[in-house]
């Protein structure tokens, strides 16, 4: 009788522990959040080596800008490079270790600058779209316009996603 007991509870108890294990084990997201509201516009599960970038077009030389963003080790988001098509108001004359002009844009190489706060104020006109695992989410059309994101790494368990 005993016997009998004993095959399915141990595969009662181990199954349930997988299942315990699989909701709270914490998996790294990148999260793009409303800066006033806290709402969260976007969470995408952060894949190894993972980059994203920021495009959007200059408000002064209407012209299209993109930056492109690493996360480290350590789970900080880090600014690798930028392109864009014309030097104007706020460009530093370089950045980073190497500079590419190629199909008409300036590319500043290898800033790895570590961002401790990533905000973007996003508008209709300028258009920002962040992208991912190439995959376009155009916030501008989803933001209220002049408002700003913070983007962030944050890490959370599938229970946790599964209650927020």
């Known amino acids: 009788m005993l016997k009998e007991i004993r095959y399915p509870l141990i595969l009662f108890i181990l199954t349930l522990s997988i299942i315990v294990t ?5 998996i790294n997201y990148i999260c793009v959040r409303d800066t006033v509201s806290d709402e969260i516009y976007l ?11 920021m495009r959007w077009i200059h408000s002064v030389e209407l012209e299209p800008w993109e930056e492109f963003f690493t996360v480290n ?41 570590v961002m401790p706060t990533l905000i973007y104020g996003i508008s209709p006109t300028a258009q920002h779209i962040f992208s991912y695992d190439n995959v376009d989410f155009p916030l501008y059309e989803t933001v209220k316009a002049d408002r700003g994101v913070e983007i962030t790494v944050e890490q959370h368990s599938l229970f946790y996603r599964y209650i927020h």
């Open 43 to 53: 969470s995408l599960p952060l894949k190894h080596e993972s980059e994203f970038s």
């Open 73 to 113: 080790t350590a789970k900080q988001i880090v600014l690798d490079r930028t392109r864009f098509k014309a030097f104007g108001a706020g460009v530093p004359e370089s950045a980073g270790k190497r500079v590419d002009t190629t199909d008409g844009y300036i590319t500043f190489l290898d800033i790895n600058q």
């Open 22 to 26: 699989i909701l709270l084990y914490p």
